[in-house]
């Protein structure tokens, strides 16, 4: 049994008097300890999913499980096993300071004086927001206020934390802190679903990753499979000289830089790369490189999605 | 247990705005007690106090009455609103206690900061109106009644503002509609049905020494009743309508 079930979920939308259909029928499963991403395009369908595992939408049909609970039947028992941080600044009261804002979600979900007396000091470290937590939250940064975001997410100790565009917005660095949060988590045995365009994030910290697109699953797989998927066929060629009278364009994406004859190939075949390379031995082209391209995980998302739209 | 540690931050939080918003509160105080003032000035000027009720001691009574309704029947929405903006309510959604219970533990919280304020209010009024500031006991616990009874339409409302966003004039009507609702006489089944219809003649009956009868007791305890069980079933209702269309962050 995994931390998080989803089963044939679907959610249609009535708007402006025309039906649009979020989710049709996605069907997917977290298992305990690992990061999960969900990644799409805009209006894939990521939030009504991320929104109807929190029963913050409810959907016309499926079934989601947490830790078990039936999360129709069994609600409140299934969101005590859950906690979120929401897109953008929808996550804390901005006229409450740092430490009343963790005491006051604390409150809501009902825990006591002794555990939040507890808990709140430990939590201030961990966000590193202890010098600040007199401050207003509406008066700390974006990267802060994000932090003290995950620090309510944190609070309740739930196993299973839910993260919908966790470093939108943040500069460089408060976007390394929030992925180094995340392994942090993870390390700690936390299930982490993850939505987000940041490819940069999901490379780093993501071990599965789902990407939907139009309301339905593309690929569901292992990070690593899909970036090897990819990697193997890509190539790029360095060289020197003249390219005399071949049209190196129809192979690939030619370019000069800093005086550098560059040819990147896309193979469906490792055969095409011999092909290229007896062109190049016939014309005397000189190679100075030749490396197998690492391709990152927006270019691995990029053509998926385009290859579903195809 | 953990029900009270629901109110307890609530209370918490009421205390925090209140209390960083202190002149926004005073500023109220204020404004309602000029106002009476004014009204009573005017009256005295140019004499037809029947416009507005009986005497002066009618007017008082009424507006007591007027100002513990508009402030607990519409504080609620409020809160709704600025939560909706600033993205708050969806963690009451995602808490196990569920948006119904914060919302209610909220409004009760509300309650315990507005209560002395009201009664400092009745005192200042009363003083101005020249009646006797010593009020017995019975016309306090009628006036929470009638709070309550405030507070369950709060929590209608509330649900309406839920669904549909966007009802910062339907909320400014309602305390106009309240002088409406004050200034008639309603009998029968209207009188429980009519927010504070039987109210202001018992409170009235209260200040004039005459005492409550036991079907006063009935009518404000089953009145104050129903209005709460309806507010609470009627949030529940569109706190569940919303989940249902996904609109509960939308604003």
């Known amino acids: ?57 409810i959907p016309d049909e499926g079934k989601i499980y947490v830790k078990g609970f039936d999360i129709s039947t069994h609600k409140a028992k299934a969101l005590e096993n859950l906690s979120a941080v929401l897109e953008g600044n929808r996550n804390i009261h901005w006229k409450l300071t740092v430490y009343e804002n963790l005491r006051y ?21 961990f966000i590193e927001l202890k010098d600040k937590k007199n401050e207003l939250a509406g008066k ?50 936390k299930t982490i679903l993850l939505s987000t365009h940041d490819m940069n994030l999901v490379e780093k910290v993501a071990d599965r990753v789902l990407i939907i697109n139009k309301g339905k699953i593309i690929v569901c797989d292992r990070k690593e499979n899909l970036l090897n998927a990819f990697r193997k066929k890509a190539y790029k060629i360095v060289f020197e000289g003249e390219n005399g009278k071949i049209d190196l364009r129809k192979y690939g994406k030619f370019y000069e830089e800093y005086g550098e004859k560059i040819l990147e190939i896309q193979l469906d075949d490792i055969s095409q790369l011999y092909e290229i390379m007896e062109i190049f031995k016939k014309e005397h082209i000189e190679i100075r490189h030749l490396e197998n391209v690492m391709v990152n995980f927006e270019e691995v998302f990029v053509n998926i999605v385009r290859g579903d739209e195809n | 247990m953990k029900y009270l540690n629901t109110f307890k931050g609530t209370f918490l939080r009421v205390f925090a705005e209140i209390k960083r918003y202190y002149l926004n509160t005073l500023s109220s105080f204020t404004i309602m007690t000029i106002i009476f003032y004014f009204i009573v000035m005017g009256i005295n000027k140019f004499g037809n106090p029947a416009t507005l009720g009986d005497s002066i001691q009618g007017l008082a009574v009424g507006y007591i009455v007027w100002m513990a309704l508009v402030g607990t029947m519409t504080d609620l929405s409020w809160t709704i609103i600025n939560d909706m903006s600033i993205g708050l309510i969806e963690q009451s959604f995602i808490s196990p206690i569920g948006p119904t219970l914060i919302y209610l533990f909220y409004q009760f ?50 649900g309406i503002t839920l669904r549909f966003k966007r009802t910062q004039s339907i909320l400014s009507l309602i305390q106009f509609a309240i002088v409406g609702v004050l200034m008639g006489n309603f009998d029968g089944i ?62």
């Open chain 1, 140 to 189: 700390l940064s974006r990267g802060m206020q994000q932090k003290l975001a995950i620090g309510i997410a944190l609070l309740p100790e739930t196993p299973i934390i839910l993260l919908d565009e966790p470093t939108l917005g943040l500069d460089v660095e408060s976007s390394l802190k929030i992925r180094e949060m995340l392994f942090e988590l993870k390390n700690k045995g």
């Open chain 1, 105 to 125: 979600f604390g409150y809501i979900r009902g825990f006591s004086d002794k555990f939040l007396k507890d808990k709140i000091p430990e939590i201030l470290e």
């Open chain 2, 190 to 251: 209207w009188k429980f049905l009519v927010p504070a219809n039987g109210f202001i003649d018992i409170l009235g009956k209260i200040i004039n020494g005459i005492g409550t009868s036991v079907y006063d007791w009935f009518y404000m305890l089953t009145s104050a009743a129903i209005y709460m069980i309806v507010g609470v079933i009627v949030f529940d209702y569109f706190a569940n309508v919303v989940r249902k269309r996904g609109e509960i962050a939308q604003y």
């Open chain 1, 1 to 57: 049994m995994g931390a998080l079930e989803v089963e044939n979920l679907k959610k249609t939308y009535i708007s402006k008097g025309k039906k649009v259909e979020a989710v049709k029928g996605i069907s997917f499963e977290v298992n305990e300890g690992e990061i999960f991403a969900i990644l799409g395009p805009n209006g894939a369908g990521k939030t009504t999913t991320i929104k109807s595992i929190l029963r913050l939408v």
């Open chain 2, 109 to 158: 919280s509300n309650f315990v900061f507005v209560i002395p304020l009201e009664f400092l209010i009745m005192i200042i009024v009363f003083k101005i109106a020249g009646l006797s500031i010593i009020v017995p006991p019975i016309f306090l616990i009628s006036l929470l009644l009638l709070m309550i009874q405030g507070y369950g339409i709060g929590l209608i409302l509330a």
